[in-house]
């Protein structure tokens, strides 16, 4: 009954006017506690700024959600973002970022963040991803970070951490992404990782983790990337791995594991890519089933103890990296290498190793059908014989050919050495390696003619015959050469020089002759040269106390003669070999060599011939010297006899009544001056009018004539525009 007497009688107005109010105090309270909580996260941003370099976006002339990198929710009004990845930022995670707790994506990949991560991040509760991934922090990975139950994306990778992955990692259920790729991280995987039910991708190679790969990752039925490589974990791969049908990569190489493939590997792994044992102590042989995973990009079985034939490869058609170098694949059979004619159908093949193991038997010739995709292809330290195949130059962007330690007999291949060159079509190629094997004949100009850019030539040890073409200038690449130990002979082609870029040389254990040609003074980059076990005579050339670079000079073994150098490389006995030439003499003393017999008198004889050059230029120099004085002073007493002459001819014939009557009777009109010894008169002498000054001494005083003569010794020193000259001197009543 008192509910229907609410619902009937109207409200009053009172009531509107009390519920007004109250909404107008609710809105006020929400707005200011929004205001407060985002004066407080712009604080927040600030402090975090000050632990690194300025960022000059973040200041008070615009609102702080447009910051550069922050993100402003707009349900809470809350920053939910820090996105500062690739900013140039330099300095420490400020432990206020804890503090935005609404943050759900914290990013700072790829800047120069360093010091330890703050424990204040497991107040994150909302944080879903946490990518510090390239940066430079230390320390352990923070112990609560079990706190942030949302986090779904880890990344510490390519850091400095160091200390134990936490087992309560393991409590995070809503993880699909971890990466600890590069740190230092010690301990062993945590088992409790196997429990991540949504775990997608788990990264932790290159760090120093041990122990073995925990049984429970056989549950994680949704991994793609499993990449574990480059640690110490031992032990036995879990059997149920093998069966996780999402797996896309899978990596353990370089890791002490044991164990062998299972049998039926290729068929519950229908998505795999990659595939990676290498480095490591895997046994038996490699399963037939391996062809079915159609997938397969790249493979690889490299440095293990791999036994048996290789199966058929004919569905992997997609595999691009087939790397099984380093394994005791093969017995040494007619048939070992028929599992090649498999691969012809991999049209995206780029790289092939299947060096040191025992194949034998030929190479097929399908391998000219390999794909033109092939760059690199090694058969290094097998047992393969006879000839070669006659289409390998079909592989026209082949840049690694290696083939050196096998039985390979016959002339330089299988068309190498003789015309059609197969190879012609090779013009890529960078690295090829025939040594180590039974090859003989020459050194066709051809081979060394082609179109190569050869960085590396290895011929050695075979038996090759005849000279060094002088074609060999067309290899303006190479860097490494090496033909040594063959029965090569002739000169060392002046067009050598040309190779400027040649660091590695060596021709040892020849029958090359001759002296060290100069224009071997432009491989100024060598860093060794091996000329030992020839014969090879001369001096040593100087040019090679220039060379900066030479680690190794080995010159042992044949005819050289004259003084060794105690410069440069030289001074290094352990960088220098120069034994077995009996006509050295000199150098550092630990060489002990004989002392230079010559040196003494060819020092005297020097010494005999400087004297007389310099008693001959002595002797010119004083007649030169003497005849030179001679000529400045019959030079100077002609000048003296021409001036004497001049002056007598510049003397005037005037007589006591020229002046007399050129000064008017040396009227007092005319007087201009008188002194304590004389008078002085203007005159005009003459027809030609010309005015003079005449002084008149006074000779009854005693000391006019004392300074007439001071006076005319200082006019005789001293030459002015404004002295007049004395013209004549007139004594007595005639002149």
């Not at 006879?386 to 840049?399: A, D, F, Q, V, Y």
Request: proline share 4%; hydrophobic share 40%; net charge positive.
């Amino acid at each position: 009954m008192g509910l229907s007497q609410w619902s009937s009688s109207p409200p009053s107005s009172s009531f509107f006017m009390h519920a007004f109010i109250l909404l107008w105090w609710c809105g006020l309270l929400v707005t200011s506690v929004v205001g407060g909580s985002n004066e407080m996260e712009r604080l927040m941003l600030l402090e975090f700024k000050a632990t690194i370099t300025d960022d000059s976006s973040w200041n008070d002339s615009i609102h702080f959600c447009q910051w550069q990198g922050v993100t402003y929710g707009r349900q809470h009004q809350r920053v939910i973002k820090l996105d500062l990845q690739s900013s140039k930022l330099v300095g420490s995670i400020s432990l206020h970022v804890g503090n935005l707790s609404f943050l759900k994506n914290l990013t700072l990949l790829n800047n120069n963040f360093h010091n330890e991560i703050p424990l204040e991040i497991d107040c994150l509760r909302r944080l879903q991803i946490l990518n510090l991934y390239s940066n430079i922090l230390s320390g352990k990975i923070p112990r609560n970070l079990s706190h942030c139950t949302n986090l779904n994306y880890i990344n510490f990778g390519y850091n400095l951490l160091y200390r134990e992955i936490l087992a309560t990692l393991g409590t995070l259920s809503e993880l699909r992404f971890v990466s600890f790729v590069v740190n230092n991280l010690i301990g062993s995987i945590p088992p409790s990782i196997g429990n991540l039910s949504s775990l997608e991708v788990f990264g932790i190679a290159y760090n120093n983790l041990g122990g073995s790969i925990p049984t429970s990752f056989g549950q994680l039925t949704k991994l793609t990337f499993f990449g574990v490589g480059s640690n110490r974990l031992s032990g036995r791969i879990p059997p149920l791995i093998f069966n996780l049908s999402s797996l896309n990569t899978f990596d353990v190489g370089v890791n002490q594991i044991q164990g062998h493939l299972p049998s039926s590997i290729g068929i519950p792994l229908p998505n795999i890519e990659d595939f990676s044992i290498s480095k490591n102590q895997f046994t038996g042989p490699i399963p037939i089933s391996i062809s079915n995973a159609s997938n397969l990009k790249s493979l690889q079985f490299s440095k293990n103890k791999l036994r048996g034939g290789v199966p058929s490869l004919e569905k992997l058609y997609r595999v691009s990296v087939s790397l099984m170098a380093t394994n005791e694949l093969g017995n040494g059979g007619a048939n070992d290498l028929s599992f090649l004619c498999s691969l012809t159908n991999s049209t995206y093949l780029t790289v092939l190793e299947i060096e040191s193991n025992n194949f034998g038997g030929e190479l097929p010739k399908c391998i000219a059908n390999f794909s033109t995709t092939l760059i690199y292809l090694c058969l290094n330290n097998n047992k393969i014989s006879r000839n070669n195949p006659t289409g390998i130059g079909n592989l026209s962007n082949l840049e690694e050919l290696e083939m050196g330690n096998n039985k390979l007999l016959g002339h330089i291949p299988f068309e190498i050495g003789s015309i059609p060159l197969s190879l012609v079509k090779c013009e890529n190629v960078v690295h090829l390696d025939l040594s180590k094997n039974n090859l003989n004949g020459t050194i066709s100009y051809q081979v060394l003619g082609l179109k190569f850019s050869s960085i590396s030539l290895d011929f050695s040890a075979n038996k090759f015959i005849g000279v060094l073409p002088t074609e060999v200038e067309n290899l303006k690449n190479l860097e490494h050469l090496d033909i040594s130990e063959n029965m090569l002979f002739g000169k060392i082609p002046t067009s050598l020089g040309s190779c400027v870029k040649l660091e590695y040389l060596t021709m040892r254990s020849n029958f090359f002759q001759g002296v060290i040609p100069s224009s071997l003074e432009s491989l100024r980059g060598l860093q060794l040269l091996d000329l030992s076990k020839n014969n090879f005579s001369g001096n040593i050339p100087k040019f090679l106390e220039s060379f900066i670079f030479l680690k190794l000079l080995n010159l042992s073994y044949n005819n050289f003669k004259g003084e060794v150098s105690t410069n440069d490389v030289f001074k290094n006995i352990s960088a220098t070999v120069i034994k077995g030439n009996s006509k050295l003499c000199g150098g550092m003393p630990k060489f002990d060599l004989p002392i230079c017999k010559y040196n003494k008198p060819k020092k005297r004889k020097l010494a005999l011939s400087l004297k007389l050059i310099i008693s001959i230029l002595s002797g010119l120099f004083g007649i030169t010297l003497v005849i030179s004085f001679l000529l400045l002073f019959s030079f100077k007493r002609k000048r003296q006899e021409s001036i004497l002459n001049n002056s007598q001819n510049l003397l005037l014939n005037v007589s006591y009544q020229s002046l007399l009557k050129a000064t008017d009777a040396f009227s007092s009109t005319n007087l201009i001056g008188v002194g304590s010894f004389g008078s002085v008169y203007r005159g005009i002498l003459g027809h030609d009018r010309c005015i003079v000054v005449v002084k008149v001494l006074n000779l009854l005083h005693h000391e006019a004539s004392k300074s007439f003569i001071a006076e005319c010794e200082a006019l005789r020193n001293i030459r002015h525009r404004n002295l007049v000259k004395v013209l004549i001197v007139c004594s007595g009543v005639d002149y």
